[in-house]
């Protein structure tokens, strides 16, 4: 998930001239759909969700790389040389 500020694209706005008058914090969450690169604007409500979201899946991978190397140990062990 990305934090950025964004220019809107309007030629009298600041923000086409003046980097730190950009609009934002604007979220912005990409991810993979069908092999191709997706990406959606977010809340902050949303962003939040995501940030807890993504917090949990890493803990989830860790304990997976965890468990599989447990379970590799343990075949490695039971496995007569």
């Known amino acids: 998930m990305l934090k950025r500020m964004k220019v809107c694209?309007?030629?009298?706005?600041?923000?086409a001239s003046d980097?730190?008058?950009?609009h934002g914090?604007?979220?912005?969450?990409s991810y993979l759909k069908a092999g191709k690169l997706r990406h959606r604007t977010?809340?902050?409500e949303q962003a939040e969700f995501m940030r807890l979201a993504i917090a949990n899946q890493r803990k989830a991978?860790?304990?997976l790389r965890a468990?599989?190397?447990?379970?590799?140990h343990l075949i490695e062990l039971?496995?007569?040389?």
């Open 9 to 15: 694209g309007k030629p009298g706005c600041h923000c």
């Open 19 to 22: 980097p730190a008058a950009r």
């Open 25 to 29: 914090p604007c979220y912005e969450w």
């Open 42 to 44: 977010l809340t902050d």
């Open 61 to 63: 991978k860790k304990l």
């Open 67 to 72: 468990w599989e190397a447990q379970t590799l």
């Open 78 to 81: 039971k496995t007569p040389k």
